[in-house]
């Protein structure tokens, strides 16, 4: 059974950089798509970033349009671990946020950043920009 577990979050002054960590067990990490997403109270669950299943090219990594440039996802496949560098945190970044597993090839980035395309999710790690 494969297993997802998030660490990293808390409290950060804005403009500052908080680094998650995924780390899968079951499995090894380079045979799923793993995803990024973070859900604010009141709000739906979205798409953060995504990264494939890894290729002979290392594969392919999505990024929402309010994260791009400042969001970095990346595998580890040594430490069975995806990793999000998340840097200007901004007051809105605040969420919970989750990683999750799927096999299934996803050829889009909006297939990819599809939380309803995922199987496996972790419990999820608070991230709070304030100041």
């Known amino acids: 059974q494969l297993q997802l577990v998030e660490s990293g979050g808390g409290l950060v002054q804005p403009g500052g950089s908080l680094t998650l960590s995924c780390t899968v067990s079951?499995?090894?990490?380079?045979?799923?798509?793993i995803g990024w997403f973070r859900q604010a109270p009141g709000k739906e669950r979205e798409g953060v970033s995504c990264i494939s299943t890894r290729s002979i090219t290392g594969g392919h990594t999505h990024y929402a349009d309010s994260v791009k440039g400042r969001f970095t996802a990346w595998r580890d496949s040594a430490k069975n671990t995806v990793y999000l560098q998340m840097n200007s945190l901004q007051l809105e970044d605040t969420a919970v946020y989750y990683c999750a597993a799927d096999r299934r090839p996803k050829f889009s980035e909006s297939y990819c950043l599809n939380s309803e395309l995922y199987n496996d999710w972790g419990q999820g790690t608070q991230v709070t920009a304030s100041s």
């Open positions: 079951g499995d090894t990490v380079d045979s799923y798509y």
